[in-house]
């Protein structure tokens, strides 16, 4: 048991003090208060994990002209953010000099995520399959096979352009939903006039 004990000391000269008892400090609680502390730091530490979005980047695999138009074409989907919460998509390109049709939409469940939901099924539906065994394989494994799942070729390219009055909040709430429906190809982009002048047929400025 850990103590400290205080002897009081006679005065110099004179008659010597009346004898007293030891004063004894136990030592004991704030050891076990010490070591109760550092578990607790220790388990709370470990327990906090950094809350981060994780965002694909390109890859450095040379891409050639007539590939890219090719995805354009059969798999891109054109997603723009107005002010106001406004969201408009589109499919694919202008093609002989004819516009894509805009559609509008919203930022719920029924709205883009049902979109991209059903335009990247087969991977979700993979992905699911995937979770179902993910307690049978590493961590690490199960990180590369749900990779290779959101990356196959088949899988839709988003362009995700902002007007300059839309909000940040707008553009997280997109990139969520591209986790969201397990969508690793997609791209931020600058929103060009021709994009502005689709939107502005949906909602004519006032």
Request: proline fraction near 4%; aromatic fraction near 6%.
């Amino acid at each position: 048991m850990a103590e400290m004990q205080v002897a009081d000391k006679g005065k110099k000269g004179g008659k010597p003090a009346p004898k007293k008892l030891s004063t004894r400090v136990d030592l004991t609680p704030m050891v076990d208060l010490g070591f109760l502390l550092i578990t607790f730091f220790m388990l709370t530490t470990s327990m906090l994990k950094p809350q981060t979005m994780e965002i694909s980047v390109p890859s450095k695999d040379k891409v050639l002209e007539d590939e890219q138009n090719k995805v354009k074409a059969s798999q891109a989907i054109t997603i723009l953010m107005g002010k106001e919460d406004k969201l408009y998509y589109y499919f694919g390109t202008q093609e002989n000099g004819v516009d894509p049709e805009v559609i509008k939409t919203n930022y719920s469940s029924e709205g883009i995520r049902k979109m991209l939901f059903q335009k990247n099924f087969d991977v979700n539906k993979a992905v699911a399959e995937l979770k179902k065994d993910q307690k049978k394989m590493s961590e690490v494994d199960y990180k590369n096979k749900l990779t290779e799942l959101r990356s196959v070729k088949t899988a839709p390219v988003i362009m995700i352009k902002a007007a300059d009055d839309a909000n940040y909040k707008n553009l997280v709430d997109i990139l969520d939903e591209m986790n969201i429906n397990n969508i690793a190809r997609y791209a931020i982009v600058d929103i060009t006039p021709y994009d502005l002048g689709l939107m502005e047929k949906i909602d004519p400025a006032k």
